[in-house]
């Protein structure tokens, strides 16, 4: 039973008039905010107001929520500065393989990758330096040679790109998605013109083993070769690597980044 209106507002008992048509004769400034609450606790409302009130604070408590960032590719063109190792006829390892790199960060970026290089300059660059840069890919770009001791018809034959992976790397899943990566560029390059694709190896890599993504070493091709230095010399070719390193890459991303 409802109390009616014969008593004083201030006696009304305001949660009786949750289903009373007098509702809006409850003087609501007397009510006391204890009483507010026992009122909403009944009103088809509560949850609404629940809701509303405790809105602000789980937002304090859900997890932020952190945008995914773009598939990214490290590019380490290797060397640099003091560190130019491999010569030949005049042309520089150290240099080669920072001109093929911003080809392929430029190819890669405009297909809607995001690349960071190790070095974009002629400037020396430690191996833990260049291994504590993270990505969801890391690529160590550089050309190979052989002595010059080594008689012509050998340097001839000697000749083509080579991937590596590291022997030594300590990490299980690691070591899967770096041969993986391996897999997918070998057969990217493997279709190349104009250079040929020499072996997929492994072997202690400090740039590898000490990276915290799954990592390859390109050998891009013998700069003690002629026909190796002619392509790797040429800028036309530079876009030709793109292609291939952005097709594969698609390849591994598909299988591995949602
Ligand atoms: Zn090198």
């Not at 932020?64 to 960032?69: D, E, K, L, S």
């Not at 190896?201 to 091709?221: D, F, H």
């Not at 700069?223 to 530079?238: A, G, H, I, P, V």
Request: aromatic content about 8%; hydrophobic content about 40%.
């Amino acid at each position: 039973m409802l109390q009616q209106t014969t008593g004083s507002r201030e006696n009304l008992k305001c949660p009786l008039f949750l289903k009373d048509t007098n509702l809006l004769k409850c003087n609501v400034s007397k009510i006391s905010p204890f009483s507010m609450l026992t009122i909403l606790r009944f009103s088809p409302l509560f949850l609404f107001w629940f809701l509303i009130l405790l809105e602000p604070l789980a937002a304090q408590t859900k997890t932020p929520f952190v945008p995914r960032a773009e598939f990214s590719v490290v590019l380490d063109p290797g060397h640099g500065g003091r560190d130019s190792v491999t010569r030949a006829k005049g042309h520089l390892e150290k240099d080669i393989v920072l001109n093929i790199a911003r080809e392929v960060e430029k190819y890669l970026v405009a297909r809607g990758m995001t690349v960071v290089m190790t070095r974009n300059r002629d400037e020396y660059i430690s191996l833990s330096q260049r291994a504590a840069v993270a990505g969801d890919v890391f690529i160590s770009l550089h050309a190979n040679s052989v002595a010059d001791s080594i008689g012509p018809s050998v340097r001839s034959m000697i000749k083509g790109i080579e991937i590596y992976t590291d022997r030594n790397m300590l990490d299980g899943k690691l070591v899967t998605k770096s041969k993986e990566l391996s897999m997918h560029f070998s057969r990217q390059l493997s279709g190349l013109e104009g250079i040929s694709f020499r072996a997929e190896r492994q072997k202690t890599l400090a740039v590898l083993s000490r990276n915290s993504s799954p990592a390859i070493l390109i050998e891009l091709g013998y700069l003690s070769n002629d026909e190796d230095l002619s392509f790797l010399t040429q800028q036309r070719n530079y876009v030709k690597l793109a292609e291939a390193f952005f097709k594969a890459l698609q390849e591994y991303r598909s299988q591995n980044h949602r």
